[in-house]
């Protein structure tokens, strides 16, 4: 079927508003990432989860940030208080919990996020 | 503290020519190493991983645990692989760690 799917492709949004960015796994893959891409900084992961299990949320940058997966399937991630510096393309990826695709992630498009 | 170092930002050879995109790695357990390629206006994929020990599209990486390196080889560059590549290590399916990136420009 498709692969991860990211909404919206760009956000513009003000210093101070909250956003929200949506990420559809792979159908199957349990394990669900969120990276940040940005020009000084490079991949950075911010969060991860696998299954039930309780997220790693051990990238996450600030108490700004935070992000849920319901049912297990479709994850949210959201910036409350939007600085300049979140200004990024944020990458959501998933991946299989066993067999031999184990370890791979297929990442989506990315949010563009421009914070003014 | 896992860490994986791409020395070059920018590697810039003609077509045909032989290309190696560094990277060395620093980690205490026994992680698994990949190749991430991100072409212009595409999305990250995978290029290589190093359980796999195949080559795609004629690239080649070799785990070398003593020299903790897991350099991207090509014997003849072609046009078409000019992108950005990272190298990245993960263990036990978690996080991704990456390096800062290797733009390849293959000139004609």
């Known amino acids: 079927g498709a692969g991860v799917s990211q909404s919206p492709s760009n956000k513009v949004t003000e210093k101070g508003k909250d956003v929200e960015l949506r990420c559809d796994p792979i159908?199957?893959?349990?394990?669900l990432y969120w990276y940040r891409q940005s020009l000084g900084q490079g991949l950075e992961f911010l969060i991860y989860?696998?299954?039930?299990?309780?997220?790693?949320k051990s990238g996450l940058p600030s108490d700004r940030f935070s992000a849920e997966r319901t049912g297990g399937s479709v994850s949210t991630l959201t910036i409350q208080r939007t600085q300049q510096e979140d200004s990024a393309v944020y990458l959501c990826?998933?991946?299989?919990?066993?067999?031999?695709?184990?370890?791979?992630?297929?990442f989506g498009a990315g949010t563009r996020l421009s914070v003014l | 503290a896992q860490r994986v170092t791409q020395p070059e930002k920018l590697l810039s050879v003609f077509k045909g020519a032989p290309v190696e995109l560094k990277c060395n790695y620093s980690y205490s357990g026994s992680p698994e190493l990949f190749w991430y390629v991100q072409y212009s206006r595409q999305r990250l994929q995978l290029l290589l991983r190093h359980i796999s020990r195949e080559s795609i599209k004629g690239f080649t990486a070799d785990l070398n645990k003593g020299e903790t390196s897991f350099h991207l080889k090509k014997p003849f560059a072609q046009e078409e692989d000019s992108a950005m590549y990272y190298c990245a290590l993960t263990e036990y399916g978690n996080k991704l760690v990456f390096g800062a990136g290797t733009i390849l420009r293959v000139k004609s």
């Open positions: 159908s199957g893959h349990t394990a």
């Open positions: 990826a998933s991946s299989l919990a066993g067999g031999p695709a184990k370890n791979i992630q297929y």
């Open positions: 989860f696998q299954g039930n299990s309780a997220p790693d």
